[in-house]
């Protein structure tokens, strides 16, 4: 099994609004990522976290809040934003942090739309 | 972010024919990955390549980690229309970060 889930799988938001996008993976990857992608362009990293602790912020604006309540849940918490953050947000995890090779699995995206 | 550049952008060709792409870095990596996106959708996993000069195939796929490990190709053999899609490589270093190339759209003609 390499499913991550993410849901919704669409959100219109408007900019005063507070929303929060959530992803789930049962393969026990202790490594979990959020990414932004706008159209025909590739992923962009934003945020990595390992084993449960915020690793990496790739200097995301704090209108974007990362949560990671447990090893196999990541949520994105969404206040304040504007219509340029519309974009697709892809979760993935991977098998662990460290110097061994690993691989990352995508979930399915959230298409956020802000109005 | 770490950059990495991919070749082609895009390709149009006949089915039945060959493809192939490339993606370069200034950066090493420990693992290169080829990616598969369809619109709307997340990436999906085609091949994972972990060593330096390691030649991995996945059906007609087949998928080179360079040397200088700062470089991967992705070839596909007697394309179909099914190969249509966005096709990404990805690089992971030592911090288990995964950066993406800029992509290759592939369009097959029946």
């Known amino acids: 099994d390499t499913e991550v889930t993410q849901t919704p799988k669409h959100l219109v938001m408007g900019m005063t609004n507070k929303k929060s996008l959530k992803c789930e993976q049962h393969m026990g990857h202790r490594a979990m990522y959020w990414y932004k992608q706008k159209a025909k362009k590739p992923p962009e990293l934003m945020f990595v976290?390992?084993?449960?602790?915020?690793?990496i912020n790739e200097s995301v604006p704090s209108r974007f809040s990362p949560e990671c309540p447990n090893s196999s849940l990541l949520n994105l918490h969404l206040h304040a934003l504007q219509p340029e953050d519309s974009a697709l947000y892809l979760c993935?995890?991977?098998?662990?942090?460290?110097?061994?090779?690993?691989?990352?699995?995508f979930g399915q995206g959230t298409r956020l739309t802000v109005v | 972010g770490q950059q990495l550049n991919q070749s082609p952008q895009s390709m149009f060709i006949q089915e039945g024919e060959d493809v192939s792409m490339n993606c370069t870095s200034s950066?090493?990596?420990?693992?290169w990955l080829w990616y598969k996106q369809d619109p709307g959708e997340g990436p999906v996993l085609l091949i994972a390549l972990y060593k330096a000069g390691e030649l991995t195939s996945n059906g007609r796929l087949t998928a080179q980690f360079g040397i200088t490990r700062k470089d991967s190709f992705l070839n596909i053999s007697a394309s179909i229309p099914s190969d249509v899609g966005i096709y990404f490589c990805?690089?992971?270093?030592?911090?288990?970060?995964?950066?993406f190339g800029t992509g290759t759209s592939l369009t097959v003609i029946p």
């Open positions: 950066s090493i990596f420990n693992t």
């Open positions: 976290y390992s084993y449960e602790k915020l690793s």
């Open positions: 993935a995890s991977s098998h662990r942090q460290g110097p061994m090779n690993t691989e990352a699995f």
């Open positions: 990805a690089g992971e270093n030592t911090g288990n970060q995964f950066y």
